[in-house]
């Protein structure tokens, strides 16, 4: 069982519509929670970065960790064509900044 | 401030060759970790150096090395190539001081093998 599992997609959504990406991990030693983006011929560029559990925004962004399920959530609202890229949940323990665990990433295509 | 650079940006090699790939972190990042991308097996962790050291290492095995120079400046070998070494390899860098601070990636190097 990976530490951190993803659901690959492809996820096809139109614009304007909300988008939910979601995870599971496995390991309760983890504490950190990121999402990144990667766009097709690029590296990933972080999005968001939590601490345990709870909510946090960025503008159209809010990323949600529920410790107690290990689930992780990416909601996207108002969706954009230019949201369309692959997203990766990861994570890693505390005491690991550098050995993080990624999930497998979702493709998602927003449709104009 | 400019970020993670990597080269080359492409690459093909055949079987048995060797490899060497190189990463310029962010101004004043003093850790790199690298990292595989594949279709099946997503991103992998490779190694990190901090400081000249390699300082966490993933399940890879020995025919990938890497090393760290005083300007932070890292390479990355991998000897004896084999066709399932075909990748994405990305190199991330942070401040590396702080176990709470997160990882900025280049646009990654792609190999081949054939």
């Known amino acids: 069982q990976k530490e951190v599992e993803q659901d690959p997609g492809p996820l096809s959504v139109p614009e304007g519509a909300i988008v939910s990406l979601n995870c599971t991990y496995s390991?309760?030693?983890?504490?950190?929670f990121m999402w990144y983006r990667q766009y097709s011929r690029k590296g990933p560029e972080l999005l968001m970065y939590t601490y345990s559990s709870g909510n946090k925004e960025d503008g159209r962004f809010t990323a949600q960790v529920d410790k107690s399920s290990k689930y992780i959530s990416l909601f996207i609202r108002d969706s954009q064509p230019s949201d369309s890229a692959t997203y990766l949940c990861?994570?890693?323990?505390?005491?690991?900044?550098?050995?993080?665990?990624f999930g497998s990433g979702t493709r998602l295509s927003i449709r104009p | 401030k400019a970020g993670v650079t990597q080269t080359p940006r492409y690459l093909i090699k055949t079987r048995g060759q060797q490899v060497t790939l190189s990463c310029s972190p962010i101004?004043?990042?003093?850790?790199v970790s690298w990292y595989q991308q594949t279709p099946g097996q997503g991103l992998q962790f490779l190694f990190e150096?901090?400081?000249?050291?390699?300082?966490n290492k993933g399940n890879f095995p020995g025919r990938f090395s890497g090393r760290q120079f005083s300007n932070s400046r890292s390479e990355m070998n991998v000897s004896t190539l084999e066709l399932g070494d075909s990748a994405l390899y990305l190199c991330?860098?942070?401040?590396?001081?702080?176990?709470?601070?997160?990882?900025?990636f280049g646009p990654g190097t792609r190999l081949l093998v054939l």
């Open positions: 390991n309760s030693a983890f504490q950190y």
């Open positions: 990861a994570s890693h323990p505390y005491s690991s900044a550098s050995k993080i665990i």
């Open positions: 150096y901090f400081s000249e050291t390699q300082r």
């Open positions: 991330a860098s942070s401040p590396g001081s702080d176990s709470q601070e997160t990882q900025y």
């Open positions: 101004s004043g990042h003093r850790s």
